[in-house]
């Protein structure tokens, strides 16, 4: 299994990135997806995830309203559209796939089954 995020850069406030996180070696469709972030010398943290028929998807408060979590599971990918970006944003972001119907909160890391390598997001301002 292997999840290739893409689509980190630099920007700054008030600018916004797409990113995008291709999956291969699993069935896309029979996996809920999440992103989080980690920012240096703190926990990884939640951000987003959508269900496997994208019928729900779920935020963390500190981005809700800014980010947008969509996926297409014709091209096993799933993405983060994220607007308005704060300094405090700054992290490397991690897409995850979490087996569907597995139970546990959409918000921990111990809910899923693969991760990503990270791609850095850096706003400036």
């Known amino acids: 299994v292997q999840l290739q995020a893409s689509g980190g850069g630099l920007v700054q406030a008030g600018g916004s990135l797409r990113l995008s996180c291709a999956a291969s070696g699993l069935t896309f469709s029979r996996y809920d997806m999440g992103w989080f972030r980690q920012a240096p010398g703190k926990e990884r943290q939640f951000v987003s995830a959508?269900?496997?028929?994208?019928?729900?998807?779920y935020y963390a408060d500190s981005v809700k309203g800014r980010f947008t979590i969509s996926r297409d599971n014709g091209k096993n990918t799933v993405y983060l559209q994220m607007n308005s970006l704060k300094t405090e944003d700054t992290a490397i972001y991690y897409c995850a796939a979490s087996t569907r119907y597995s139970g546990g909160n959409y918000d921990t890391t111990g809910k899923y089954d693969y991760w990503g390598q990270g791609t850095q997001v850096t706003v400036s301002s």
């Open positions: 959508v269900t496997w028929n994208s019928r729900n998807t």
